[in-house]
């Protein structure tokens, strides 16, 4: 936190939204008008999940786990399709926010029957590793969400063969992932009417208060959505809106920011028809199949683990 603060540009790392007021906020941007990717997604599951439980099945019985599960909400499409084809269904679902997790359990168990949920309180940016399956028995990995989009290039490939490591020649790795699309439509996702994304982004900075006894003045910094066309990105930064000088008194140091200045908070890559598929290739899966919404905004892409690792 502190190296990125004394960067030039400055920037935060955009695991810092989520505290629990932080993913309270992202749940509430997922049901903005503007922020397309939830419903698109969920449509996409909606109209597909027969035929993508069964390529991920491949005649046998399926296990699901899904990384950085949150509520798990998109995932129950998919859970009811899978027992349609069989008895009884395991969901490991994994993520570093374990109060999000035991809520979505409770829920799932109680609402879904049939399902068991299993917690795995991990962060699967840094090697995680999962338990074997039972024999016959096939794992379907969801990495949905886009938040593939989050990384870099190099580091979303190094997550891509981590999860191959973890898999069995014929397992499956199911990713969502956000397409290019018209710029003034990706802005307005990112920088909705109501200022709910704003408020996430400054949640950082509030966080950052609690935390580490900051002396951030929100009010001070302006939420800013960009459009890196050579990077293929959205961007998100907070912008200062006077040369300030602020304390971290757990830390008992102090930095300053010029007017004008930012802090780079978010990457949300955006890719093209064949990216995701090339992605998933060169991290030892064959991909199987890609579904698209009709304004082809969004979609999801199943690789199955080739036989080399
Ligand atoms: C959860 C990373 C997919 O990048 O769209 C929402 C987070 N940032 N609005 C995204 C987010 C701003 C989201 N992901």
Redesign the pocket.
Known sequence: MRTGLCSQPKTLP?WL?YDEAGSQL?EQ?TELPE?Y?TRTERAIFERHAAAIVEHAAGGRRLRFTELGAGSAEKTRVLMKAALARQSGLIFEAVDVSPTALLVAQARIEREIPGVKVDLLDMDYTNGFKLCACDPGERRLVLYI???I??FEPDEAARILRKVRTQLNEGDSLLLGA?LVKDEELLLD??DDAAGV?AA??KNMLVRLNRDLGADFDPALFDHRAVWNETMSR?E?HLESLADQRVRFAALDWEVEFGEGETIHT?N?YKYRPGDIEAMLKAAGFESAATWTDERGWFEVVLGKAANSK
């Open positions: 955009p939204f992202f941007i922020y990717l969400g886009s938040s989009g989050n956000d996702a990112y994304t996430f982004n959205m998100m978010e949300s």
